[in-house]
């Protein structure tokens, strides 16, 4: 294993991270205190406790999950697209580092970071409202499943991507709809039998859930270990890419 | 000498159908310059590429030090120092941090006062804090050969070293390029410019429509192959080749004021002291006369004539 070489890209990669902070870190921050206070304080006011919770309060696991997926998957996939876009990508592949070192490499980095921005989304929110976690465990479990998942999703996002323009598509067009129906705002049983219905095949759904749970305990939208083994299944998926990418060299060595 | 690199039967076909080399064989031996001639897509970096990893062969094994690079790519990559053609840096990082990157990718702790030494030797030290994307474009090359320093190889690929770089920082490159000959690194470059491989090389490879053609000494090739001229300016002009010289391989200029004889080396023609005393007896005095050497550049041409 060579160590060095995994903490050299990950430092360059965090490095990168604190030299863009106001885009990287403080923009998310800011985006998400805006959805609170729209949500939360102006409009979450006038809305009654979903299952006994006050709707301030049940919109925070879904804001944390809302950004940790779009951080992730920006992160990563901005993380590997960039050196490949520039050319500086050659030195990774002749360098002797294996494919595994590299995409722990890549992904912890994309990872700690999306870790770091939803920890401090979760101490901003804290601020507006009184937060009880109630399984501190599975929240850092769900937390750190769905960043490291995410991140391997945009790694390869990263690795496909031809161009700036392909590289927005698949965040834009299916992730960011995907998280915005996947029940941030609201809870799916609020939703008619039939969307209800459709809604169970959105993966974010149970990433939320299974996060709200650990958050407020109660009733989840679906069985918490339905979530853990959705979110347990795309990571293994997202590996079984990531594997065949390496295996092939697919966009990497022609 | 043993060799350092060894390849055989390499042969690289591209998705595309495009056939970039085939069934490549050459060894490099330990220690020496070797430089790697031809002319653009001849093949010479997909060569390079598959060497140090960037590009999959088709076919064929290639070993470094005796490590098989697919089997042993840690131990083969880990003694190669690649400079890339095209300057390819990380903008936004500082000199000093790009070198310390590409050390530890390569496995090596780190290792500041060898960096330092490294930035010296390339005149790189007053710039170790500035940012590359402020530097000039030599000094992103001289980046560039840094970063591939940092981790200390035996083997140093040099693609296209000097593309692009004004003569006094090739000329520093030469120096430098020598001094890591001496402390006994193999180099191995690409180039066009003849006039690199004439300076610096120990041998000479001519790579041509993905094919080696040629692998050589340098001294020997540029004697087998190397061509002489002798050009005489006449006194007097003339109209036609006087009879009696057919036998020589003249050439009367438009005007009639110079005569060009071409004779290889080794050839068994009439020499040129024959062609003096016959020119002499037929009564055609000339004023100056000039020989020079054709150079591996005329060589190449005329090889890479040859094959098309």
């Known amino acids: 294993m060579n160590y060095r070489a995994v903490w050299a890209i990950y430092k360059v990669e965090m490095a990168r991270t604190l030299r863009t902070i106001m885009q990287s870190v403080i923009s998310p921050v800011i985006s998400t205190s805006l959805y609170f206070v729209v949500f939360g304080a102006a409009i979450g006011s006038r809305i009654t406790e979903v299952n006994g919770v006050s709707y301030g309060a049940f919109i925070v696991p879904g804001l944390i999950m809302l950004t940790l997926l779009t951080q992730s998957i920006s992160n990563a996939s901005f993380g590997i697209y960039f050196p490949k876009f520039v050319g500086t990508i050659f030195e990774i592949l002749s360098a002797p580092i294996s494919y595994l070192e590299v995409v722990i490499a890549y992904v912890g980095a994309a990872a700690t970071k999306s870790i770091g921005i939803g920890l401090i989304i979760l101490a901003t929110a804290s601020m507006f409202v009184e937060l009880d976690i109630q399984h501190p465990f599975w929240m850092l479990a769900f937390l750190v499943l769905t960043a490291v998942t995410f991140s391997l999703f945009g790694f390869i996002i990263g690795i496909w991507a031809g161009s700036f ?78 594997g065949w990418i390496f295996k092939t060299g697919y966009r990497l060595r022609t | 000498m043993q060799s350092v690199i060894s390849v055989s039967g390499v042969s690289k076909t591209y998705a595309t159908g495009f056939s970039a080399l085939k069934n490549i064989n050459l060894d490099i031996k330990r220690g020496e310059i070797f430089a790697l001639l031809g002319p653009n897509g001849a093949g010479k970096t997909t060569l390079i590429s598959i060497i140090c990893g960037i590009v999959n062969r088709s076919s064929g094994t290639v070993t470094v030090d005796g490590h098989d690079i697919s089997s042993d790519y840690r131990a083969a990559r880990s003694l190669i120092g690649l400079v890339p053609q095209e300057l390819t840096v990380e903008s936004f990082e500082t000199v000093s941090s790009v070198l310390a990157f590409s050390r530890g990718l390569f496995g090596k702790p780190a290792n500041p006062a060898f960096i330092e030494k490294i930035l010296r030797d390339l005149s790189l030290w007053e710039k170790r804090d500035a940012k590359i994307i402020t530097l000039s474009g030599g000094m992103k090359r001289r980046v560039m050969i840094g970063k591939a320093l940092s981790h200390e190889p035996k083997i140093l690929f040099l693609d296209e070293p000097t593309a692009g770089v004004d003569v006094e920082l090739r000329k520093d490159m030469w120096a430098l390029v020598r001094t890591l000959r001496e402390s006994g690194v193999t180099i191995i470059l690409t180039t066009h410019y003849i006039e690199e491989a004439e300076e610096m090389a120990d041998r000479v490879g001519v790579i041509n ?100």
């Open chain 1, 165 to 242: 323009e392909q590289l927005q598509l698949v965040p834009l067009l299916v992730v960011t709809p995907l998280t915005f129906l996947g029940g941030s705002f609201y809870s799916i049983d609020m939703l008619p039998p039939e969307w209800r219905t459709i809604s169970l095949f959105n993966p974010v759904v149970y990433l939320v859930s299974g996060f709200r749970w650990a958050f407020f305990n109660g009733e989840p939208d679906v069985p918490v270990e339905i979530s853990l083994a959705i979110t347990l299944g795309f990571l293994a998926l997202c590996i079984g890419i990531v």
């Open chain 2, 209 to 308: 429509k993905g094919e080696i053609i040629l692998v050589e000494e340098k001294a020997e090739l540029m004697r087998k192959l190397g061509r002489k001229l002798l050009k005489l300016e006449l006194r007097n002009p003339l109209t036609a080749l006087p009879a009696g010289f057919e036998t020589y391989n003249l050439d009367l200029s438009p005007d009639g004021s110079s005569l060009t004889y071409t004779y290889d080396n080794q050839a068994e023609r009439p020499g040129v002291a024959s062609l003096i005393r016959d020119l002499e007896q037929a009564g055609i005095q000339f004023r100056d006369l000039d020989t020079e050497n054709s150079s591996l550049e005329e060589i190449f041409v005329s090889l890479v004539r040859r094959q098309a």
